[in-house]
Structure formats: structure tokens, C-alpha cells
């Protein structure tokens, strides 16, 4: 309710939020909307500005893409920091998606959270927004499992077994641990190696 400043009597505004579909999405990115550079992401229909990228962000995702890649080599497609679209008011941009192998890397289609086999995020200042806002909507998605890397706690949160908006397993690991992706359960990786 608001007042009416020169009757003084309140007034029932209705107002609706706009929100926007990932097709709009691009549209408005295309239409050069954004600055260059400008990482947004679509949640739920809304457009969220991310903070910039620090030095030691930058250092564990490259870290991170070092590792994986290593490991899995045509095993899986290591993917940095591209769009993934979770369903059609959601697009986020992960650190760190790692796909199931395809021979055209993905060009004839976007990979859809079906071909996720896991993925990083990495969090120097956006801890409670990728546990808050980002893992209960790849849970949504049914993306399998989910690896923050807490750069303040110094220590990686594993998240697997996707149950509508939660996870029914979740671990925190750290320096001295080892991980081991669920797809890839002979493959493992140290805690503090990921951490750098």
C-alpha cells in the first residue's frame, strides 16, 4: 500500500515483475545490453550481476581446468566458465563443467545438465550464494554431484546425489584429503592440490 500524497488515502499499486526466459536472455546480451566483459548470469528469470574475478579465483579455476584436464584427457570435456543452461529461466556461468565426451566438443548442440558429469565452483567472496542459490538449483537440474572450492574455509565441499533442491550427500573435505568424482571413481585428486 502507498498513500496518495494530495488525498492522503492509500492506493493499492499492482506491479508485476518482468522475468526473463534464457532465449530473452541472449537476445538482450546480443543486442550488446551488457558491457563487454560483464558476467551475468540468469536466475530464476532475473539478471545477476557476478563480482569480478580475484587473483587467487582465477588461480584455482586454471588449477582446477590444469588437473582435470590432465586427468581425463578425451575422457570428458573440461569446460571453463561457459553458460550452462539449467532450464528455461535459469542460465548460470560454473568455474568449472565437466561434460561427457562428444566427438563435435558440442557444436551441433548445447550440452543440457543431462551431460554434466560434475561440476566446480569456485568461492573466494560468493561462498553462501553458490551454496544458497547455485546448488539447490543444480540439484533441480539433477546434475549428479558439485564441488565448491571454499577459499576462505580452505576446503572443498562435495555435494552428490541430486534430490529435487538439495543434495543428499554432502562432505567437506580437507588439506590432506583426497577426492574422487563420482563418474570417475579411480581418478583422484587432493584437496590442497585444487586449492593451490
Given at each position: 500500500?502507498?498513500y496518495?500524497?494530495?488525498t492522503?488515502e492509500?492506493?493499492?499499486i499492482?506491479?508485476t515483475?518482468?522475468?526473463?526466459?534464457?532465449?530473452?536472455?541472449y537476445r538482450?546480451s546480443?543486442?550488446g545490453?551488457?558491457?563487454?566483459?560483464?558476467r551475468v548470469e540468469?536466475?530464476?528469470?532475473?539478471?545477476i550481476?557476478?563480482?569480478?574475478?580475484g587473483?587467487?579465483?582465477?588461480v584455482c579455476?586454471?588449477r582446477?581446468?590444469?588437473?582435470?584436464t590432465?586427468?581425463f584427457?578425451?575422457k570428458?570435456?573440461?569446460?571453463?566458465q561457459n553458460p550452462?543452461r539449467?532450464?528455461e529461466f535459469?542460465?548460470?556461468?560454473?568455474?568449472?563443467?565437466?561434460?561427457k565426451?562428444r566427438?563435435?566438443f558440442?557444436a551441433s548442440?548445447r550440452p543440457?545438465?543431462?551431460?554434466?558429469?560434475?561440476?566446480?565452483?569456485v568461492?573466494?567472496t560468493?561462498?553462501?550464494?553458490d551454496?544458497?542459490?547455485k546448488v539447490p538449483?543444480?540439484?533441480?537440474?539433477g546434475?549428479?554431484e558439485?564441488?565448491?572450492?571454499?577459499?576462505k574455509?580452505d576446503?572443498?565441499?562435495?555435494?552428490h546425489?541430486?534430490?529435487?533442491?538439495?543434495?543428499?550427500t554432502s562432505l567437506?573435505l580437507?588439506r590432506g584429503?583426497?577426492v574422487?568424482p563420482l563418474a570417475?571413481?579411480?581418478?583422484?585428486?587432493?584437496?590442497?592440490?585444487?586449492?593451490?
Amino acid at each position: 500500500m502507498v498513500y496518495d500524497v494530495k488525498t492522503r488515502e492509500r492506493m493499492r499499486i499492482e506491479a508485476t515483475k518482468k522475468l526473463f526466459t534464457a532465449d530473452e536472455f541472449y537476445r538482450i546480451s546480443e543486442a550488446g545490453i551488457f558491457t563487454e566483459g560483464q558476467r551475468v548470469e540468469l536466475i530464476d528469470g532475473e539478471i545477476i550481476e557476478m563480482s569480478p574475478i580475484g587473483t587467487r579465483h582465477a588461480v584455482c579455476v586454471n588449477r582446477a581446468n590444469t588437473f582435470l584436464t590432465e586427468a581425463f584427457r578425451r575422457k570428458a570435456i573440461v569446460s571453463i566458465q561457459n553458460p550452462l543452461r539449467l532450464g528455461e529461466f535459469t542460465e548460470v556461468l560454473p568455474d568449472v563443467v565437466v561434460f561427457k565426451p562428444r566427438a563435435d566438443f558440442y557444436a551441433s548442440e548445447r550440452p543440457t545438465p543431462a551431460d554434466v558429469l560434475f561440476l566446480v565452483e569456485v568461492a573466494d567472496t560468493t561462498l553462501r550464494y553458490d551454496r544458497n542459490v547455485k546448488v539447490p538449483r543444480y540439484a533441480a537440474a539433477g546434475i549428479a554431484e558439485v564441488w565448491i572450492e571454499d577459499l576462505k574455509g580452505d576446503s572443498l565441499l562435495v555435494y552428490h546425489d541430486p534430490a529435487e533442491k538439495t543434495f543428499k550427500t554432502s562432505l567437506t573435505l580437507h588439506r590432506g584429503d583426497s577426492v574422487s568424482p563420482l563418474a570417475f571413481p579411480a581418478v583422484k585428486f587432493k584437496v590442497e592440490d585444487l586449492l593451490g
